[in-house]
């Protein structure tokens, strides 16, 4: 079964400095996609940026953008010129690219971000 | 469109009671599923459904039933709430089951089991 830990339960950033969130993953399977979601205090969940495994090039979105390294099984979130609505729950997620692993969403337990003015 | 709707936004149960969770989606969307939050934790997937009339277990279906007889709505059932099913709630769906397609999640239901 895959895993995906986030070590870092709680971070803080300066607003407008830029903030990594981590991830590592674990897995046997060379096809899969990863993704981040933020959950301010809402309880919403929002897709923030994916990666497919098989794309060599890190996704970016605007002020977010990742560093997989897939030899490492590492997908990093980077968040430029943090804002005060960026405070949320950021959770990392994993979902195989078929089979029974591919109906369900695997998911880390969470970064807690605080953007401090 | 509405999005992805869940009803009640808030329940306390006692404990051997039951009751249904609501999830409506008004995006035509093939999959849906739900997952539980617990703190400390990401979310965890209980059952999912690839289509009206096909359902499936996910990672902690104990504890709860489900069905699809619509492209619409995917109710989840607690046959007998205990507290550990004390935790929240969130339906999803997407497009289809390929997760190329985004996946949308409601605003959650907050249980309580006393």
């Known amino acids: 079964a895959q895993t995906v830990t986030q070590s870092q339960p709680e971070m803080s950033v300066q607003e407008a400095e830029t903030v990594t969130l981590s991830c590592t993953y674990d897995?046997?399977?060379?096809?899969?996609?990863l993704f981040w979601y933020k959950q301010p205090p809402s309880r919403q969940m929002i897709l923030v940026i994916r990666?497919?495994?098989?794309?060599?090039q890190n996704a970016t979105e605007n002020r977010f953008s990742v560093n997989f390294q897939k030899a490492a099984k590492s997908f990093s979130l980077k968040i430029s010129d943090s804002q005060l609505g960026d405070a949320a729950m950021y959770f990392c997620?994993?979902?195989?690219?078929?089979?029974?692993?591919?109906?369900?969403?695997?998911f880390g337990k969470g970064t807690k971000l605080s953007v401090i003015p | 469109n509405a999005g992805v709707t869940q009803t009640p936004k808030f329940q306390v149960l006692k404990t051997g009671q039951s009751m249904t969770l609501q999830c409506a989606q008004d995006?035509?969307?093939?999959?849906m599923s739900w997952y539980r939050q617990d703190p400390g934790m990401g979310l965890r997937l209980i059952h999912y459904?690839?289509?009206?009339?096909?359902?499936d277990q996910g990672e902690v279906p104990n504890g709860y039933n489900v069905s699809r007889s619509t492209t619409e709505d995917f109710p989840l059932r607690l046959l007998s709430a205990a507290p550990s099913q004390t935790s929240v709630y969130f339906c999803?769906?997407?497009?289809?089951?390929?997760?190329?397609?985004?996946?949308?999640f409601g605003p959650g239901t907050r249980l309580t089991v006393t």
């Open positions: 999803a769906s997407s497009y289809s089951a390929n997760f190329y397609y985004e996946q949308y």
């Open positions: 897995t046997s399977e060379s096809d899969y996609y």
């Open positions: 990666q497919e495994a098989y794309k060599q």
């Open positions: 997620a994993y979902r195989s690219f078929s089979g029974a692993g591919s109906y369900q969403l695997t």
């Open positions: 995006m035509n969307h093939e999959y």
């Open positions: 459904s690839v289509g009206a009339g096909i359902t």
